[in-house]
């Protein structure tokens, strides 16, 4: 069995936030093993639904807790569409609250707590059906320029990912990183996602 995340609620209007990628172990259609979770903005805060299945058990019939920190840490990225800036996970730590049952729905809300200079702190919970909070996450990101992508990851997949995300602009968007300070702060335009 797959992991397929239910849709956002009907009657909600949350903004439907764009993928990491498409293999993306956390958001990633096309990751037959990943937890294929899509993110919503509502407001300051961003949530997703996960269902954690056969390929991220630990103990029978529960998640693993490496499973749980995945999906922390890919709901927490999306927090940065909030702050309009890029950037990494520098610590994460969860806390386990309690079980986490297969096939039953999580959903994960993270916000940015805080943000100072280029270190941002970003909390999530999250809880099962009933809205009890079986798991919580606190990590700082620290910003970084899109250098930093080209720099350590795949130039290409990272081209197509900023192609998405400026409606066809990725040519213009490295052209300015390129020519900006390596480490803009976050809030600026300078350090922001094009939008
Ligand atoms: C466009 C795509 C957007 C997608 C966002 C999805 C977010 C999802 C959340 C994640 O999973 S992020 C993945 C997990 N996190 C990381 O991989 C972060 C790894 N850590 C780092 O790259 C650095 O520690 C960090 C940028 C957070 C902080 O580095 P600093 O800029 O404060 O300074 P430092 O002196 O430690 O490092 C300077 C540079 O040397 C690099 N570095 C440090 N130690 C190194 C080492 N031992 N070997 C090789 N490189 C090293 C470091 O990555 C950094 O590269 P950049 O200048 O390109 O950013």
């Not at 499973?67 to 730590?93: K, Q």
């Not at 707590?113 to 702190?121: F, G, I, K, V, Y």
């Not at 809880?127 to 909070?133: Q, R």
Request: proline share 8%; charged share 20%.
């Amino acid at each position: 069995m797959t992991a397929q995340q239910p849709d956002y609620p009907r009657g909600s209007a949350p903004a439907r936030l764009p993928l990491h990628s498409p293999r993306c172990m956390g958001c990633g259609p096309d990751n037959p093993a990943g937890l294929r979770m899509r993110a919503f903005r509502d407001g300051d805060e961003v949530n997703a639904d996960v269902v954690f299945d056969e390929h991220h058990v630990g103990a029978p019939g529960l998640a693993h807790g490496g499973a749980v920190a995945a999906a922390c840490d890919d709901l927490l990225g999306f927090a940065l569409f909030v702050a309009e800036t890029a950037a990494v996970t520098r610590s994460l730590s969860i806390e386990y609250l309690a079980p986490v049952p297969l096939h039953e729905t999580h959903r994960i809300t993270a916000r940015i707590q805080a943000q100072d200079a280029r270190r941002l702190n970003i909390a999530a919970t999250g809880a099962g059906p009933d809205g009890t909070v079986r798991f919580t996450a606190e990590a700082v990101f620290i910003v970084v320029s899109l250098q930093h992508f080209l720099r350590h990851g795949d130039p290409d997949g990272v081209w197509r990912l900023l192609d998405r995300l400026t409606d066809g602009n990725a040519d213009e968007a490295l052209r300015t990183a390129a020519e900006l300070p390596e480490h803009p702060q976050p809030g600026t335009e300078e350090g922001g996602w094009s939008s």
